[in-house]
């Protein structure tokens, strides 16, 4: 199947400072990007829908200017959390679809912790 | 009502059981179906997708899909401890929105 890496995996960051989060596809260009949103024993959020080149789209209730989602390259998108509070605190997944795919492929996921 | 519906669990077999997972939907324009395991503290992984109605098997894996009553189901034969995680169910319209269940815990139980 195809694979979709994630980066960091664990991140511990101070009150106020922004984080990044890379999400690349390894051996498919993923037209498609999806970030999510899972807390624990709860089901996946889907926070935004990005298509490469194009802005993202983000889900009603979730901040554009705090989560900052690029999707420059066909095999790399990145989550920014601008001036992350402990409320950010969270498991972050991304995922991918080619263009002639339905299917999504997700990534390990990344555990942010704000202190 | 949610659009796809997904009983929680937790579910528990025994070894060597055969799991049976479901889902319902209610959006007749639905035409793939998903299923993805996910165990803790990691990212969903695809077992599984369908088109429209059928079965479809891959290993001790089975998903079946009946368009006319909007259900979706994953089979498990000689399930193993291996097999304890969350099971997540999810359709796609034409729109490409995804949508997911909440997931269904198993536990096998050795």
């Known amino acids: 199947g195809a694979v979709v890496s994630q980066h960091p995996s664990w991140v511990i960051c101070k009150s106020g400072t922004s984080v990044k989060i890379e999400c690349r596809s390894l051996?498919?260009?993923?037209?498609?990007m999806f970030w999510y949103r899972q807390f624990p024993k709860q089901s996946l959020m889907l926070m935004a829908t990005?298509?490469?080149?194009?802005?993202?789209?983000?889900e009603q209730g979730v901040e554009k200017d705090k989560f900052l989602i690029n999707h420059a390259s066909l095999t790399l998108s990145t989550l920014t959390v601008t001036s992350a509070h402990p409320e950010d605190s969270s498991f972050y997944i991304c995922?991918?679809?080619?263009?002639?795919?339905?299917?999504?492929?997700f990534g390990p996921g990344t555990r942010l912790t704000v202190t | 009502q949610k659009e796809v519906e997904q009983d929680p669990g937790p579910l528990s077999v025994p070894e060597g059981a055969i799991v049976s997972l479901n889902c319902t939907y209610s959006?007749?324009?639905?035409?793939?179906f998903m299923w993805y395991r996910q165990y803790s503290r990691k990212g969903p992984e695809l077992l599984m997708y369908?088109?429209?109605?059928g079965n479809k098997e891959d290993g001790r894996f089975t998903a079946q899909v009946d368009k006319s009553s909007k259900y979706i189901s994953l089979f498990i034969r000689d399930s193993q401890p291996s097999d304890s995680a969350t099971y997540l169910c999810?359709?796609?319209?034409?729109?490409?929105?995804?949508?997911f269940g909440t997931g269904t815990r198993l536990k096998v139980l050795a």
């Open positions: 995922s991918a679809r080619s263009r002639q795919a339905y299917e999504q492929y």
């Open positions: 051996d498919f260009q993923a037209t498609t």
């Open positions: 959006n007749s324009a639905f035409q793939y």
């Open positions: 999810a359709a796609l319209s034409g729109t490409y929105k995804y949508i």
């Open positions: 990005s298509n490469e080149g194009s802005k993202a789209t983000y």
């Open positions: 369908t088109y429209s109605s």
